[in-house]
Structure formats: structure tokens, C-alpha cells
């Protein structure tokens, strides 16, 4: 059983920043994959960011690349997302997630297994 909790979530101004921190627990999660997905009321979850835990392999949304960062600490069992020139459009409640079988890091959230609370990001013009 892995438990994810996010946390750095807020209310931020057009064109400032916000880092997402997602903590794991109840196992090491090494050789599982890392997402971060939000979702917009009244739209469906989207992707945003995912990572293999041991690295290298990184992709992200069209909408947030050159914007947005995800990393890891390892000793932490912890999992960033760095978001900055935050846009109004980026306002959603932001999902972390963990693919325990991965193959690449997915952008379907179908394929992964344990997902945390979320945390909401409000971006005002």
C-alpha cells in the first residue's frame, strides 16, 4: 500500500509561482513512475507531468512545458512540481500519483494505482 499527500497548493497571481510537494509512504517507491495530473471544474483529469522515480525519463503536457518541473528526492520519497509563469488556466486541484508497473511514464491516468487527495492551485488575473 503506498499513501501519497500533497501539499503546496494556493492562491497565486498571473505569472508567479507555486512548487507542489507529493510525500510517499508505505513503500519505497523506486522503479515505480510519478504523475501529477489536475483536473478543472467540470473537465475531465488531465495529465501535466510524470517521471520514472530513478530518473531520465521525463514528459509533459504540451500546456506546461517550458513552465513547469517535476523532480524527486529520493531520500525524501517525495515528488516536486515546480510550476512557474502560472496562467489562470492553470487553476485546477493538482493530483499526484504512482504507476507501480510502468513501462514509460504514462500520461493516462487509467494506469496508475494509488493517487493522493490533491491539493488546489488558483491562479487570479
Known amino acids: 500500500q503506498v499513501q501519497l499527500v500533497e501539499s503546496g497548493g494556493g492562491l497565486v497571481q498571473a505569472g508567479g509561482s507555486l512548487r507542489l510537494s507529493c510525500a510517499a509512504s508505505g513503500r519505497t517507491l523506486s522503479n515505480y513512475a510519478m504523475g501529477w495530473f489536475r483536473q478543472a471544474p467540470g473537465k475531465e483529469r488531465e495529465f501535466v507531468a510524470a517521471?520514472?522515480?530513478?530518473?531520465?525519463?521525463?514528459a509533459y503536457a504540451d500546456s506546461v512545458k517550458g513552465r513547469f518541473t517535476i523532480s524527486r528526492d529520493i531520500f525524501k520519497n517525495t515528488v516536486f512540481l515546480q510550476m512557474n509563469s502560472l496562467e489562470p488556466e492553470d487553476t485546477a486541484v493538482y493530483y499526484c500519483?504512482?504507476?507501480?508497473?510502468?513501462?514509460?511514464?504514462?500520461?493516462?491516468?487509467?494506469?496508475?494505482?494509488?493517487w493522493g487527495q490533491g491539493t488546489q492551485v488558483t491562479v487570479s488575473s
Open positions: 500519483a504512482a504507476d507501480l508497473k510502468p513501462l514509460i511514464p504514462s500520461r493516462s491516468p487509467r494506469l496508475y494505482d494509488y
Open positions: 517521471d520514472m522515480w530513478s530518473g531520465g525519463n521525463t
